[in-house]
């Protein structure tokens, strides 16, 4: 490798990628966006759910109990007399969910029955439906053991207690989702520089004609590859420099692993991106290819299939399978370890060293997908 | 400069033997070079010359390396191109058809580019850059962006960054193309001065001109070499073959077309006010009497286009083939075809076009020239009623294209210049395509389909896709779809850029058969022998009409001497505009 004709080389493709717009708001504007929309805007909690409440008859048991859900920072109960309307409610979408409280309701509470009330959730999101459903049995909880206290005496508590308990492992409420989507946001975001930025560039050069005339050059393959990577690695590390930045500072989510890890990681994640972006660069030859290619083999594998919004060990078999050949998977599973438990060589060695593979993997393909001929 | 004779080459710095060159598209191989022979010498000129599809950007890029021949052996200065690479980018310099020019980086940062990628020395590339830069004109402008360079200012550039790493062997790729004839010409001139170094140069070309010029011509048709050796040389075979005849204000293309089937002449082609004509090998000189004109034809020096034609009718064993006249409706119109009055189109405070009037007769073949950006192709955009003028008026068959715009494009007929019909189609469902479009009944559609596929001589091809057409159908093609609903006005944008001389003279014979039933031809072309078919001329320089008349009319205006052609014309033309408007 010639230095004067890679740093020539790199130095162009440095320039071209500051001049272009385009790379500059994939890079900064992009992830900040996402960054904000995610941190602040999509949350997997579900806060102040309209749900109507139908009290049958009015009793201090069955207002007590209204009172308790409008207490509730994830319930806004809103009062209705008819069922039917509640009903319609709920088919307008007004409301999420309805609660019953029946006629027999104090007289259940007072005789020491079981007493009962009928929850209906809008089932249209599943996710919201469960949610909602733990909410109200979470009220319930709280509020019947509330009760049994006072009515019964401490010594009754347990029995009281023990008709309706039940332990909603799977979603806890009180833990942020943001916590979990920031730091995957991070895989994210470099997929787009990594991936989406350099399957432009080598088909660009095709499709500009300036390949040829740089075949014809004394550029080598290994000095035309690396001068390709080298700006998109740079551009890449400070995207998500940018994005640790922000999501520590603005959006408060703690980071407890070692910034050398991260920064270790991080690289060999941008290495595999950049390797298949100049994989998909190199064979499509056409940017329009390249970007529809990139987006369906990177971008959308990361978002749905990497865990970074849907919990992969609740997958089909078979998808979880498939998730395995996504180098985003790795990725968001070490950046949840290092910013929420710390440096957990358990979890971060083999992730690491999968990265690692494909890393080779695709910037092999790549060494020998590059010809200096035109066929 | 020109060596002694065909057989003196002196030593040759590339020797191409054999040369054998197949693609594997979906429709099977195509044979793109058929056993290609030649050799460019140092210190000379080498044009490669023939139409698109010739084969001449496969043999470059052979030659370059870039592609591998499936037989045949190329030498550049000892180096075998499909073996030693990274040697031969040491002593060859290639500019592809695209300059290779990196349109977001500046002037001076591709020039460093390239020299950093051409193993230019730190210690004396400030010495060759000034030399490049005063050598190309560019010094004023090394912090410009090449994408903000003009067509004949990038193509230098291209020309500087190429020359950079000093190399022996020059390989240029139709570098004319796109450049307006002033530049041209500095770019020859350029060229010119590199072989008087000793550089082996080899420039690839379309134009016959230009071919001419070369020292030398490697001539190519279909992937075979078809003549190689001196111009002067291949033109001398057609020494006592060349004539001209003056035709006055006579009919010009009725006599045109008469002449064309007297016994002996092979090829016709109308020049302002003469005809000028090529006979047969062997074939006795032609009279006032055999050609049925009022003057003598007078013997005159063959041009390289003429020995071309010859060779290619020798080649390809026929003749220039006489279009059937086809049924164009005929109506009269009153007053001009074409009218604008001081039509002007700006483009935020750019002036595209200013201020420009001209008329076109019923019957006119009219012509409207310029270089590239001059505003030819916003006019034309808006005689079509594409584009809305930002004042001034045009007017086609009578109506404005402003407020009647589908009245006016009912009665007109476009080609685009690039081939616009969906090309998965075939030749007869693109005809039918178009007769739907045009709002034909299906009787009357079909008559008119059928028609055009006996005279536009498609019968062998009314099945095959159109995409997989030669160039030269395809043109036809497209003029046959812009006539089917008999339009009064015929507007052809580039019709014959790529096309064989064979195709193009048969695609004249066309529009001369119907100019003469009435229909009236705006063209626009950069061939300036087309500029001289035609009737009348509008030149259009930085927006304004410079000049307006016939080609002859124009030509002496404008240039002097009798052997002058429009280009000396167009030039002076341009000069003289920059001169009065420089102050």
Redesign the interface.
């Known amino acids: 490798m010639?230095p004067?004709?890679l740093?020539?080389?790199a130095?162009?493709e440095w320039?071209?990628m500051l001049?272009?717009p385009s790379s500059i708001v994939v890079a900064f504007v992009l992830p900040a966006v996402l960054l904000f929309l995610f941190g602040f805007g999509v949350s997997l909690d579900l806060r102040d759910v309209p749900v109507a409440v139908v009290v049958e008859r009015p009793t201090p048991e069955s207002m007590g109990f209204f009172h308790a859900m409008a207490a509730s920072k994830y319930l806004t109960p809103i009062a209705i007399v008819d069922r039917r309307m509640a009903e319609e409610a709920l088919r307008m979408r007004q409301v999420q969910g309805i609660v019953v409280i029946g006629e027999t309701f104090s007289g259940q509470i007072l005789t020491g029955q079981a007493a009962r009330v009928q929850l209906i959730v809008d089932g249209t999101d599943a996710n919201s439906a469960r949610l909602i459903e733990g909410y109200v049995q979470g009220v319930w909880n709280t509020w019947a053991a509330q009760l049994a206290r006072e009515r019964l005496g401490a010594g009754a508590v347990r029995d009281a207690v023990a008709i309706d308990l039940r332990a909603r492992v799977w979603f806890n409420p009180a833990v942020n989702s943001r916590y979990f989507l920031v730091p995957g946001l991070i895989a994210i975001v470099m997929t787009l520089i990594g991936a989406l930025l350099t399957a432009l560039v080598v088909a660009r050069e095709w499709e500009?004609?300036?390949m040829?005339?740089?075949?014809?050059?004394?550029?080598?393959r290994g000095e035309f590859l690396v001068g390709k990577i080298a700006p998109y690695f740079l551009l890449g590390m400070g995207g998500m420099a940018a994005a640790v930045t922000l999501s520590v500072t603005v959006f408060g989510v703690p980071f407890r692993g070692s910034v050398w890890l991260l920064i270790l990681c991080s690289a060999v994640f941008m290495l595999v991106m950049l390797g298949i972006g100049l994989l998909i660069s190199t064979v499509a030859r056409n940017q329009f290819v390249a970007s529809i290619a990139a987006l369906l083999v990177t971008m959308l594998p990361a978002v749905m299939l990497s865990g970074f919004l849907f919990d992969i060990a609740s997958m089909p078999g078979w998808v979880q399978v498939i998730t395995h050949a996504i180098a985003a998977r790795y990725f968001v599973a070490i950046l949840q370890t290092l910013f929420l438990v710390g440096d957990v060589w358990a979890v971060i060695g083999p992730n690491l060293l999968a990265l690692g593979a494909m890393a080779v993997l695709f910037l092999g393909l790549t060494v020998l997908r590059t010809r200096?001929?035109?066929? | 400069m020109t060596p002694a004779g065909a057989e003196a080459i002196p030593i040759a710095t590339v020797v191409i033997d054999g040369i054998v060159k197949r693609f594997h598209g979906p429709a099977g191989a195509v044979v793109a070079l058929d056993g290609v022979s030649g050799a460019m010498a140092a210190g000379v000129i080498t044009g490669l010359a023939g139409p698109d599809g010739a084969g001449k950007t496969t043999l470059i890029?052979v030659i370059?390396?870039?592609?591998?021949p499936d037989a045949g052996h190329v030498s550049v200065m000892g180096l075998d191109p499909s073996q030693d690479?990274?040697a031969?980018?040491?002593v060859?310099?290639?500019?592809?058809?695209?300059?290779?020019?990196?349109?977001?980086?500046t002037v001076g940062?591709n020039l460093?580019?390239?020299?950093?990628?051409?193993?230019v020395a730190p210690a004396v590339r400030p010495d060759r850059f000034s030399e490049l830069l005063a050598l190309s004109g560019l010094a004023a402008f090394t912090g410009r962006p090449a994408g903000k360079l003009s067509g004949g200012m990038k193509q230098k550039l291209g020309l500087a960054?190429?020359l950079l790493?000093d190399p022996k062997v020059l390989l240029l790729d139709e570098p004319g193309v796109g450049v307006d004839p002033v530049s041209r010409r500095e770019l020859w001139a350029m060229v010119e001065g590199l072989a008087g170094r000793g550089l082996a140069i080899l420039w690839s070309t379309a134009y016959l001109d230009e071919a001419a010029r070369c020292d030398r011509v490697l001539l190519l048709d279909g992937g075979r070499v078809l003549d190689d050796g001196p111009p002067d040389a291949f033109v001398r075979t057609l020494v006592g073959r060349s004539f001209r005849v003056a035709m006055g204000d006579g009919d010009r293309r009725r006599i045109a077309r008469r002449a064309a089937e007297a016994p002996g002449v092979i090829d016709t082609w109308i020049q302002g006010r003469s005809l000028r004509l090529v006979t047969a090998k062997g074939a006795p000189p032609p009279t006032a009497e055999s050609l049925g004109t009022d003057a003598s034809p007078v013997p005159m020096a063959p041009r390289y286009e003429d020995a071309y034609i010859a060779r290619l009718l020798e080649h390809r064993d026929g003749m220039v083939p006489a279009p059937a006249a086809p049924v164009v409706a005929s109506v009269a119109v009153n007053g001009p075809a074409i009218e604008t009055r001081d039509l002007s189109r700006s483009f935020g405070s750019f002036k595209a076009v200013d201020g420009v009037t001209f008329q076109v007769g019923p019957g006119e073949i009219f012509g409207l020239l310029g270089p590239n950006g001059a505003g030819k192709s916003t006019t034309f955009k808006m005689l079509c009623g594409l584009l809305p003028p930002t004042s001034g008026t045009a007017r086609v068959a009578g109506f404005d294209m402003m407020t009647a715009r589908a009245d006016a494009r009912a009665r007109l007929g476009y080609m685009a210049q690039a081939f616009a019909q969906p090309s998965s189609l075939t030749v007869r469902q693109n005809l039918a395509f178009n007769a739907s479009v045009y709002g034909l009944d299906r009787r009357e559609g079909a008559r008119r389909i059928a028609e055009a596929i006996g005279d536009f001589g498609l019968v062998a091809h009314v099945d095959t896709p159109s995409g997989q057409l030669p160039l030269g159908l395809q043109r036809r093609l497209s003029l046959a779809c812009a006539i089917l609903h008999r339009p009064r006005i015929l507007f052809l944008d580039e019709p014959t850029s790529g096309v064989d001389p064979i195709a193009r003279r048969e695609f004249w014979r066309r529009i001369d058969v119907m100019a003469e039933s009435g229909v009236t031809v705006l063209v626009t072309s950069h061939f300036m022998d087309e500029a001289e078919y035609c009737d009348r001329l509008g030149v259009i320089y930085r927006g304004r009409l410079i000049a307006l008349g016939d080609p002859d009319a124009i030509k002496h205006q404008h240039a002097d001497g009798d052997d002058a052609t429009l280009e000396d014309a167009f030039v002076a033309m341009i000069a003289t505009y920059d001169r009065e408007h420089a102050a």
Do not use: H, W
Request: net charge positive.
């Open positions: 010639n004067r004709r740093s020539g080389f130095r162009k320039r071209q001049r272009d500009r004609g300036t040829e005339a740089l075949l014809t050059t004394r550029l080598t200096r001929r035109l066929e | 890029r370059a390396g870039l592609l591998l690479g990274a031969l980018g040491a060859v310099g290639y500019m592809p058809q695209r300059f290779g020019l990196y349109e977001d980086l940062e460093t580019l390239y020299a950093d990628l051409r193993d960054c190429t790493g």
